[in-house]
C-alpha cells in the first residue's frame, strides 16, 4: 500500500503483506510529524475475508488457467504432501509432555534435550542471551534446567526446535529469511506478556502458538508464487488485505491451513483453534487464547508497519491504534498498553536475535 502525507508530501510504502488487520492506523509522519490516518477499510477485518471465500465457491473462474484444482483439492494436496515441511522436531512434543506431568522433574526435561545435539546447542546459546539474563554463565543443559526453571526451559525448546522450521525464506510472500521468524518470535513474546497479565494458566500455551500461529504460510508459499499474477491483480484493486487475497484466489487462508496442520501434527484443539481464528477472532469470542494470540500478531504487524515507515525509532507512545474493541475488553488492555507490550515484546527478540539466528 502507498500512502503520501497530506502535509510534507512524503510518500511511504508498506507491503501488502505488513498491513495489520486492524481497519484504521494512524501515526505522526516521521518526515514532519503531521498525522497521517490509513483507512484499510472492511477487508481489513478477518469477517470481510470470511465472506469472499463464499463469493470463491460461485467465481470459479478465478482459478489460474494453469491450475483448475478446487480449493478443497489443492488443500487436501498440500495437506498429503507436508512431508517437504520441516516438521518442529518430537523432542519438542516430548518435552513439554514431560514437564506437564506433575510427577515429573526439571532434570528428565534436561536429559531428554541432551539427546538432541542442535537442539541442545540452540537452547544453551539462547540460554546465555540477554533476554534470560544468563550472559555466558549457563554452561550446560542441566544446569540451564536448574538455573531457569521449568517455564524458560519450556520456552527455550520451542524457540529451539521451531527456528528451522519458520527460518526459511518464503517468495510468496517476500518475505526475507529470518523475516517470519523474528515476526513469529514478536508474537510469541507479546502473547506471553498479554498472558502474563490477566491469564497466567494460558501462559505457555500463549507462547507456544504465537511461535507457530502462521505456519500455514510456509505450506502456502509455492501456491502464492505460482498464482503471483492474479495476488498481484487482486492487491492492486486497492484497500486489500493479502489475507482475503488468499481466500479470494486459493479458497481458503493461512490460518485454515495451519489449524489443518496443526491437527495432522496432534497439537490440541484449544491450541490449534487460536491459530484457525488469529485473524478473525470475533468468531471466537470467547476464547482467550485467540483474543491473546490475534492482538499479539497485530502489535507485531504494527510494529513491522511502523518501522518500514521510519516511525518505530520516534517512540511508539504517540501511536493511536484502532483494534477489535471486544478484543481490548476481553484483555483488559488500554491503548497505552499497546506500546507496553510491542516494546517489550520488541525487546525480547532483539536480546535473542543477537545469540541465534535461524538455520
Ligand atoms: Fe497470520
Ligand atoms: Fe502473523
Given at each position: 500500500m502507498n500512502f503520501s502525507c497530506s502535509s510534507c508530501h512524503k510518500t511511504y510504502t508498506i507491503p501488502d503483506g505488513k498491513l495489520p488487520s486492524t481497519k484504521k492506523l494512524a501515526f505522526p509522519?516521521?518526515?514532519?510529524?503531521h498525522r497521517i490516518e490509513l483507512n484499510l477499510g472492511d477487508n481489513a477485518s478477518g469477517d470481510a475475508a470470511t465472506a469472499e471465500k463464499t463469493s470463491v465457491a460461485a467465481a470459479p473462474?478465478?482459478?489460474p488457467a494453469d491450475d483448475q484444482q478446487t480449493a478443497e483439492e489443492l488443500k487436501n494436496r498440500i495437506l498429503s504432501n507436508l512431508s517437504g515441511l520441516p516438521s518442529i522436531p518430537q523432542i519438542v512434543f516430548k518435552a513439554h509432555e514431560i514437564m506437564e506431568d506433575?510427577?515429573?522433574?526439571?532434570s528428565k526435561v534436561a536429559e531428554l534435550i541432551e539427546t538432541d545435539q542442535a537442539i541442545a546447542a540452540k537452547v544453551l546459546k539462547m540460554a546465555n542471551s540477554a533476554y534470560y539474563g544468563m550472559s555466558g554463565k549457563v554452561s550446560s543443559i542441566q544446569h540451564a534446567a536448574v538455573v531457569l526453571g521449568d517455564k524458560a526451559l519450556g520456552e527455550l525448546i520451542t524457540l529451539a526446535g521451531t527456528s528451522s522450521l519458520l527460518g526459511n525464506k518464503l517468495y510468496g510472500y517476500a518475505m526475507d529469511s529470518g523475516e517470519l521468524w523474528r515476526h513469529s518470535m514478536t508474537v510469541a513474546f507479546g502473547s506471553k506478556i498479554m498472558a502474563q497479565r490477566?491469564?497466567?494458566?494460558?501462559e505457555n500455551d500463549a507462547f507456544s502458538v504465537g511461535l507457530i500461529h502462521d505456519v500455514g504460510k510456509l505450506v502456502l508459499d509455492r501456491p502464492v508464487l505460482n498464482r503471483k499474477s492474479l495476488f498481484d491483480e487482486f492487491m492492486a484493486a486497492?484497500?486489500?488485505t493479502f489475507l482475503s487475497a488468499e481466500n479470494r484466489?486459493?479458497?481458503?487462508?493461512h490460518a485454515e491451513i495451519g489449524y489443518d496442520i496443526c491437527r495432522q501434527w496432534q497439537i490440541p484443539d484449544t491450541l490449534a483453534k487460536a491459530i484457525l481464528y488469529h485473524h478473525r477472532p470475533s468468531a471466537a469470542a470467547d476464547d482467550d487464547l485467540v483474543s491473546i494470540v490475534s492482538m499479539a500478531d497485530t502489535i507485531a504487524n504494527m510494529a513491522a508497519a511502523m518501522s518500514m515507515v521510519g516511525h518505530i525509532q520516534s517512540g511508539i507512545d504517540a501511536v493511536m491504534y484502532m483494534v477489535d474493541d471486544t478484543v481490548m475488553e476481553r484483555l483488559a488492555l488500554g491503548e497505552k498498553d499497546l506500546g507496553v507490550v510491542m516494546e517489550a515484546a520488541l525487546d525480547a527478540v532483539e536480546k535473542i536475535m543477537l545469540e541465534i539466528a535461524p538455520s
Amino acid at each position: 500500500m502507498n500512502f503520501s502525507c497530506s502535509s510534507c508530501h512524503k510518500t511511504y510504502t508498506i507491503p501488502d503483506g505488513k498491513l495489520p488487520s486492524t481497519k484504521k492506523l494512524a501515526f505522526p509522519c516521521p518526515d514532519c510529524g503531521h498525522r497521517i490516518e490509513l483507512n484499510l477499510g472492511d477487508n481489513a477485518s478477518g469477517d470481510a475475508a470470511t465472506a469472499e471465500k463464499t463469493s470463491v465457491a460461485a467465481a470459479p473462474t478465478s482459478a489460474p488457467a494453469d491450475d483448475q484444482q478446487t480449493a478443497e483439492e489443492l488443500k487436501n494436496r498440500i495437506l498429503s504432501n507436508l512431508s517437504g515441511l520441516p516438521s518442529i522436531p518430537q523432542i519438542v512434543f516430548k518435552a513439554h509432555e514431560i514437564m506437564e506431568d506433575p510427577n515429573s522433574s526439571t532434570s528428565k526435561v534436561a536429559e531428554l534435550i541432551e539427546t538432541d545435539q542442535a537442539i541442545a546447542a540452540k537452547v544453551l546459546k539462547m540460554a546465555n542471551s540477554a533476554y534470560y539474563g544468563m550472559s555466558g554463565k549457563v554452561s550446560s543443559i542441566q544446569h540451564a534446567a536448574v538455573v531457569l526453571g521449568d517455564k524458560a526451559l519450556g520456552e527455550l525448546i520451542t524457540l529451539a526446535g521451531t527456528s528451522s522450521l519458520l527460518g526459511n525464506k518464503l517468495y510468496g510472500y517476500a518475505m526475507d529469511s529470518g523475516e517470519l521468524w523474528r515476526h513469529s518470535m514478536t508474537v510469541a513474546f507479546g502473547s506471553k506478556i498479554m498472558a502474563q497479565r490477566h491469564m497466567p494458566q494460558l501462559e505457555n500455551d500463549a507462547f507456544s502458538v504465537g511461535l507457530i500461529h502462521d505456519v500455514g504460510k510456509l505450506v502456502l508459499d509455492r501456491p502464492v508464487l505460482n498464482r503471483k499474477s492474479l495476488f498481484d491483480e487482486f492487491m492492486a484493486a486497492g484497500d486489500k488485505t493479502f489475507l482475503s487475497a488468499e481466500n479470494r484466489i486459493l479458497g481458503f487462508d493461512h490460518a485454515e491451513i495451519g489449524y489443518d496442520i496443526c491437527r495432522q501434527w496432534q497439537i490440541p484443539d484449544t491450541l490449534a483453534k487460536a491459530i484457525l481464528y488469529h485473524h478473525r477472532p470475533s468468531a471466537a469470542a470467547d476464547d482467550d487464547l485467540v483474543s491473546i494470540v490475534s492482538m499479539a500478531d497485530t502489535i507485531a504487524n504494527m510494529a513491522a508497519a511502523m518501522s518500514m515507515v521510519g516511525h518505530i525509532q520516534s517512540g511508539i507512545d504517540a501511536v493511536m491504534y484502532m483494534v477489535d474493541d471486544t478484543v481490548m475488553e476481553r484483555l483488559a488492555l488500554g491503548e497505552k498498553d499497546l506500546g507496553v507490550v510491542m516494546e517489550a515484546a520488541l525487546d525480547a527478540v532483539e536480546k535473542i536475535m543477537l545469540e541465534i539466528a535461524p538455520s
